[in-house]
């Protein structure tokens, strides 16, 4: 998509710090805890329920940690990342995720 749209193209990821995952109507699997010092666990400690991370822009050198981080992508896979602005321009999370239910 990225060779089609070139910067038109804007890549959001989605992360969370805990909480649980499924699909509406199954049971719901747990989601332990970011480990200590993962990106997730630093936006955890900020105490908010969600952050919208701009990564794309001149901004990247102000937001972006210093040295590489481990991040939780894809689905909850413990992943070290030099950049987080690399794979994505975006980072939604939720600090505690719960599944989509069935009204």
Known sequence: LAGWY??????????TYQGSDG??????A????APAGSLEERLHR????????PL???S?????????VSMRIPKYEVEIVGNPAQPYDALYFIDTMTPA???
């Open 46 to 53: 900020l105490g908010t329920r969600e952050v919208f991370l």
């Open 56 to 58: 794309r822009g001149g």
């Open 23 to 28: 699909w509406a109507g199954t049971a719901p």
């Open 30 to 33: 747990p989601v332990p805890p």
């Open 101 to 103: 239910t069935l009204i």
């Open 6 to 15: 070139g910067d038109a193209l804007y890549k959001i990821g989605f992360t």
């Open 60 to 68: 990247i050198s102000r937001l972006s940690p210093a040295a590489t």
